[in-house]
């Protein structure tokens, strides 16, 4: 069984930066990639970051430039720098990745969510 578990969120000021951590722990043969999602009341959840084993990133025009996700394969751990946030950034962020193990082979998995508040 994989999970995956975010930390770092928390209330914070417009303009301030804060870093999301997710660890991911179980039977991983691999994680082939990773990312970050986010959810906003009302809205539908939607990819803030992603990236692959290869290295390569890609973002949203929302965050590119603000937001920067790295991975440390090594510990299982991926994190999500936020700089300049804005109140448009509130929202419950998530932790996703595609993990491979010899009992299911290549899935996604999602961690519970960590909520992120952007006060102005």
């Known amino acids: 069984q994989v999970q995956l578990v975010e930390s770092g969120g928390g209330l914070v000021q417009a303009g301030r930066s804060l870093t999301l951590s997710c660890v991911a722990s179980?039977?991983?043969?691999?994680?082939?990639?990773m990312g970050w999602y986010r959810q906003a009341p009302g809205k539908e959840r939607e990819l803030v970051a992603q990236?692959?084993?290869?290295?390569?990133?890609s973002y949203p025009d929302t965050v590119k430039g603000r937001f920067a996700i790295a991975g440390d394969l090594a510990k299982n751990t991926w994190y999500l720098q936020m700089n300049h946030l804005e109140p448009e950034d509130t929202a419950v962020y998530y932790c996703?990745?595609?993990?491979?193990?010899?009992?299911?082979?290549?899935?996604?998995?999602w961690g519970q969510g960590t909520q992120v508040t952007v006060s102005s």
């Open positions: 996703n990745a595609n993990i491979w193990t010899f009992t299911q082979g290549s899935k996604y998995y």
């Open positions: 179980g039977s991983i043969g691999a994680i082939n990639g």
């Open positions: 990236t692959w084993r290869e290295g390569s990133t």
